[in-house]
């Protein structure tokens, strides 16, 4: 298969038609190889308009997902990441976003809950040369802060609701990109620090598939 082709064909024909504008952006999708970042056997499938499954949940685990291209791509554009941004990058899974975040940012901490997903992504970025991104494991809604504050939070992957745990780890003026909500009633947002206060701004609907550990408490019902 030509991989580099199938790579061309993904921008023009899912990412370029969905609004994305930003060369740093597309310039990023063009240069980093999908296919190295999803299971061998769903290599030829890399390409896809479509989320791709990186690990199946065991023992009542929420399964993860390697997101679909258009949605990634207006997400990473919504973050307006800059050359001399500190990235905390949310969900990593097998390491793919962190590679475009790479690209994009001067440095890049990438947080994962699942240690094979982490290790996977550690020997991937290490083999293809990512080295301006650090792995690094622990609860996704803590964020990490011993690097913090950072001027970027994305998260890789729909939530229920944001802790101010990750707010806290914001520098002024730092932003925080996010699915938020359930299926195709989700909707993007920025989060912007300024002063003290968090200000929001709607980005776009879309439906990703959801991150562990950002549930709702049940609640009881009288």
Do not use: W
Request: proline content about 5%; glycine content about 8%.
């Amino acid at each position: 298969m030509d991989f580099e082709l199938a790579r061309t064909r993904m921008v023009d024909n899912q990412i370029r038609t969905t609004d994305v504008t930003s060369h740093p952006v597309l310039q990023a999708f063009l240069s980093v190889a999908r296919e190295d970042f999803v299971p061998a056997n769903m290599r030829e499938l890399a390409y896809i308009d479509d989320d791709i499954r990186i690990s199946s949940g065991q023992d009542g685990a929420m399964d993860r997902f390697l997101m679909e291209p258009s949605p990634l791509a207006k997400l990473l554009q919504l973050a307006d990441v800059k050359k001399d941004d500190v990235v905390l990058e949310i969900g990593c899974g097998t390491g793919y976003v962190s590679a475009l975040l790479s690209l994009l940012a001067d440095s890049v901490v990438a947080l994962e809950s699942d240690p094979s997903l982490a290790e996977a992504a550690t020997e991937s970025l290490s083999s293809l040369g990512y080295d301006n991104v650090a792995v690094v494991t622990g609860e996704l809604a803590q964020g990490y802060k011993p690097e913090a504050p950072y001027d970027v939070i994305f998260i890789g992957g729909a939530v229920e609701q944001l802790p101010d745990a990750l707010f806290d780890q914001l520098r002024d003026g730092g932003r925080l990109v996010v699915v938020e909500g359930h299926g195709n009633a989700s909707k993007a947002e920025l989060y912007v620090s300024e002063g003290g206060n968090t200000s929001a701004r709607r980005g776009f609907n879309t439906s990703v598939k959801p991150l562990p550990g950002f549930e709702k408490a049940a609640e009881f019902v009288f």
